[in-house]
């Protein structure tokens, strides 16, 4: 069975440092990753996604996020966070498109805060 | 990234009433998806839909929820009997052949 993992429930960094957010994942075939950013209330937006080609990948607001197959990571870093990046963060693993899976579609991790200090 | 459309973006129901939540994908997709949020907590996968049927459903997905697409368009979630512990936020998702997972803004239902 598919399993995501985000093993910091809270993270607390100062405005200007960098950040990285940890997430391992659990796939029998060939993962297709996500990073998902959710504000209180609001639905999901996604940072970035990956499946092949250049294991660094690049998202929106400055994100970027490192596939290592033989980790089974996919982790999330940012050189410098802002204080508008306070949310939660969700990875999710699920199947390539085409690749024959799908029916049970992504699996999310248990999200972790980012909570930003001036 | 191609836009999955849900209504409404907030429901308030009484226990006990049926309510309905509908999304629209856009088309060319092989997969659909529901998915719940209870609040402070991950998102979670009730069922996916494949050619008209239900391909998987999770423990959650029991006999008060159904998923249908009335229209040839539409997907709908209904809940049949809802209970204070169905207040989430519910996504629907699309997984296309070459653009990927597509999220709709989601529901917030809140059960009184």
């Known amino acids: 069975a598919q399993s995501v993992t985000q093993p910091d429930i809270h993270i607390t960094v100062s405005e200007g440092a960098s950040l990285e957010l940890r997430c391992n994942y659990s796939?029998?075939?060939?993962?297709?990753l996500f990073w998902y950013v959710q504000s209180p209330g609001q639905g999901l937006q996604l940072l970035l996604k990956?499946?092949?080609?250049?294991?660094l990948v690049q998202g929106i607001k400055g994100f970027e996020a490192e596939f290592k197959r033989s980790q089974s990571s996919f982790n999330l870093r940012k050189p410098s966070v802002h204080w508008s990046d306070a949310a939660e963060y969700f990875c999710?693993?699920?199947?390539?498109?085409?690749?024959?899976?799908?029916?049970?579609?992504?699996?999310f991790g248990k999200g972790t805060h980012l909570i930003i200090q001036p | 990234e191609p836009e999955v459309t849900q209504t409404p973006s907030h429901q308030v129901t009484q226990m006990g009433q049926e309510v309905i939540l509908r999304c629209v994908p856009i088309?060319?997709?092989?997969?659909f998806y529901w998915y719940r949020q209870i609040l402070g907590q991950k998102v979670e996968f009730l069922v996916s839909?494949?050619?008209?049927?239900?391909?998987?459903k999770s423990e959650i997905f029991d006999d008060q929820f159904s998923v249908e697409r009335p229209d040839g368009s539409n997907f709908t979630l209904k809940i049949r009997s809802t209970k204070l512990e169905d207040s989430a936020m519910y996504f629907c998702?699309?997984?296309?052949?070459?653009?990927?997972?597509?999220f709709g803004s989601g529901t917030r239902l809140t059960v009184v």
């Open positions: 998702a699309r997984l296309g052949q070459g653009d990927g997972y597509t």
């Open positions: 839909f494949y050619n008209n049927e239900i391909s998987e």
């Open positions: 990956y499946f092949s080609g250049d294991t």
């Open positions: 088309s060319n997709h092989l997969y």
């Open positions: 796939y029998g075939a060939t993962p297709y």
């Open positions: 999710a693993v699920g199947a390539v498109p085409g690749g024959g899976g799908g029916a049970d579609g992504l699996t």
